[in-house]
């Protein structure tokens, strides 16, 4: 069942400045997979209402080798399995994407805190 998927102008603006294919792939995961988060696992978890699942659909998850990986010419190296949707349910049915984060995002800000303390 597909999901209804609301986008936080942040949101909007993370999508507007990742590459047209990667854009796709994520809102494409985002209507075929959000759902509440209830136990955490490498691709997803969630905190209070916060929730956040890697970027790939199901079937994408399934394939260990596969052509949607490859699918443009211009690579530039970032794919979907590359971003996290944070977001929160409104509804049963309906979730509102808050943020789209890379993991090379979560890895500097890790490192910075860590090297912090």
């Known amino acids: 069942m597909m999901a209804k998927v609301l ?38 978890g969630a905190v209070g209402e916060i929730m956040w ?10 394939q260990m080798e596969s052509e949607w990986l490859l699918e443009d010419d211009e ?18 049915d309906l979730f509102e994407v808050l943020r789209i984060v890379s993991t090379r995002e979560i890895a500097s800000r890790w490192a910075h805190e860590y090297k912090a303390t």
């Open 7 to 44: 986008w936080s102008d942040r949101a909007e603006a993370d999508l507007k400045s990742i590459r047209p294919l990667v854009m796709h792939a994520l809102v494409r995961a985002a209507e075929e997979t959000l759902h509440c988060v209830e136990v955490c696992t490498a691709d997803e």
């Open 53 to 62: 699942r890697r970027g790939i659909t199901h079937e994408q998850e399934n």
């Open 75 to 92: 690579d530039d190296g970032s794919q979907a399995w590359d971003y996290f949707l944070i977001y929160r349910a409104v509804d049963r």
